[in-house]
């Protein structure tokens, strides 16, 4: 089992373990801001009355764990302050933490979260493609549960992989509206009797879009609630250490087996799209202090329209305007504003070529430094 020191060097975090104990108690042992992500599913506190049958009279298998039950809202509110604060404690500064829940939970746990100081970024709604029906009839079937996201402080620089989950979705902007499947089939875990291990197992595919798009690779992911282990499967797989807390011995049991035969994806496709924004910035007086373009020449817009020359100081004069690429491109188009990188194009070989490409060609230097 992998250990990590932290920066004092005084505690080493359990990483890749799944610690048997009380979640509260475990996390206040672990040490303050030593954790990129949490991921949290916490009892949903059902307060479900009496067996639920299908029309064919056949028992539902619901959720009726010893684990689920409160004794009442004011019990289950304490829980939750005591959990969120210890979990707030482990975050980094800036850390953040995604909470599952539904209908029966998850508003009372938002209002503790924001009464925690944790800062909500989104709620996502996790709307699932095949939900069990409402066989009562009596309600509308309850197709959806709602996540929280939140980072730990309003002024926190959390992780957003902004494009890596545009290109998740085909290019698209990725939505607060996830459309994926609940856990059946081959990926519904059985126990050693050939039952459902656990009743509410989240799909891997959940749990893949969160950490792809809020973790970076090497960073450490806390489960505190971790049932049969989906947060641990799928950080293994993304190349992310974990820890995670259970209690139950027959969900660690199963866990374990899960962790253990699920296998890291090689390093290079662990690689995701980066942001544009998260590039070094090069501004375009560096493209003239190099030689790459020199004082005079004349650089044409790519729509062909327009024409500005260069000068020493890597400003733009045209006609009727002077400044940066951007401001010159945006007064020649008349427009509020203009990315001049991708607006402007100089002549080489006969062709017009971007001027993005000198700016990628310094960025290349610069991350080869870097590595």
Known sequence: MATKKTKKGAHA????????????????????????????????????????????????????????????????????????????????????????????????????????????LNDVVWRKSNPMPNFRGMRLTNAHETMIWASKSEKSKYTFNYDALKSLNEGIQMRSDWVLPICNGHERLKDDNGDKAHPTQKPESLLHRILVGATNPGDVVLDPFFGTGTTGAVAKKLGRDFIGIEREAAYRKVAQRRIDNARKYDRSSLEVTTSKRAEPRVPFGQVVERGMLNPGEVLTSLNGRHSAKVRADGTLIARDARGSIHQVGAALEGAPSCNGWTFWGFLKDGKTIPIDILRQQIRAEMQGKAN
């Open 13 to 120: 975090l359990p990483l890749n373990q799944i610690l048997d104990g009380d979640c509260i108690e475990i996390m206040n042992s672990l040490p303050a801001e030593s954790v990129d992500l949490i991921f949290a599913d916490p009892p949903y506190n059902l307060q479900l009355k009496g067996e639920l049958h299908r029309p064919d009279n056949s028992k539902v298998d619901a959720v009726d764990d010893h684990w689920d039950q409160f004794d009442s809202f004011a019990v289950y509110d304490k829980f939750t302050r005591e959990w969120l604060a210890a979990a707030k404690r482990l975050l980094k500064p800036n850390g953040a933490i995604w909470v599952i829940g539904s209908y029966h939970n998850i508003f009372r746990v938002g209002a503790e979260m924001q009464n925690a100081g944790l800062w909500i």
